[in-house]
């Protein structure tokens, strides 16, 4: 069941990302040539190889969108479309992860959901976009979405690469 698809429209607008959050999440804006750009993230060992796992069965097509890889070139990261659907792998744990307002549903700055087997912590950018990480899984997977009617149709599309390459489990 997609738990964002039923609440995400009038969660997502009271959502609001701090300043500090909102700088390292934009890391990855367009340049002056209009190509995607990303920070390429520095995993462990364990999900380095995960996160090449990853690369190797993420699909062709997100949300409509053709695989268009960002600058630098990483197998750490994966881009779709334009304005760019940014997907970073091995990224560390985002500080609301942990938050125990999330879990309850009580913090108006994020949102914990699933979509198709996979868990997700989603938080508003400041652009209007939006910000999904995996949890309970082995590597933190980091996708952003640019603002748009519906995000979960991008979720959707990377469910099943991320069970089939990110075992469920605990970060390290």
Request: include cysteine; proline fraction near 9%; aromatic fraction near 4%.
């Given at each position: 069941?997609?738990?964002?698809?039923?609440?995400?429209?009038?969660?997502?607008?009271?959502?609001?990302l701090?300043?500090?959050?909102?700088?390292i999440?934009?890391?990855?804006?367009s340049?002056?040539?209009?190509?995607?750009?990303?920070?390429?993230?520095?995993?462990?060992?364990?999900?380095?190889?995960?996160?090449?796992?990853?690369?190797k069965?993420l699909?062709?097509?997100?949300?409509?969108?053709?695989?268009?890889?960002?600058?630098?070139?990483s197998?750490?990261?994966?881009?779709?479309g334009?304005?760019?659907?940014?997907?970073?792998?091995?990224?560390?744990?985002?500080?609301?992860?942990?938050?125990?307002k999330?879990?309850?549903?009580?913090?108006?700055d994020a949102?914990?959901?699933g979509?198709?087997?996979?868990?997700?912590l989603?938080?508003?950018?400041?652009?209007g976009?939006?910000?999904?990480t995996t949890?309970?899984?082995?590597a933190?997977?980091?996708?952003?979405?640019?603002?748009?009617?519906?995000?979960?149709?991008?979720?959707?599309?990377?469910?099943?690469?991320?069970?089939?390459?990110?075992?469920e489990?605990?970060?390290?």
């Amino acid at each position: 069941m997609n738990s964002f698809r039923h609440r995400h429209r009038s969660v997502f607008r009271m959502v609001r990302l701090p300043a500090l959050a909102l700088l390292i999440t934009v890391a990855g804006c367009s340049s002056a040539d209009d190509s995607a750009s990303a920070a390429v993230p520095s995993p462990g060992t364990k999900a380095m190889e995960l996160c090449r796992n990853l690369d190797k069965v993420l699909p062709a097509k997100v949300d409509g969108e053709l695989r268009e890889d960002p600058e630098p070139a990483s197998a750490l990261t994966a881009g779709w479309g334009s304005p760019a659907i940014i997907l970073r792998c091995g990224v560390p744990q985002p500080p609301k992860m942990i938050d125990p307002k999330v879990a309850d549903g009580r913090d108006p700055d994020a949102v914990a959901g699933g979509v198709n087997g996979v868990d997700w912590l989603m938080e508003e950018r400041g652009d209007g976009g939006h910000v999904f990480t995996t949890a309970n899984r082995e590597a933190y997977v980091e996708v952003r979405v640019p603002e748009g009617p519906d995000s979960s149709g991008v979720l959707i599309d990377l469910a099943s690469a991320v069970k089939k390459a990110i075992p469920e489990g605990i970060a390290s």
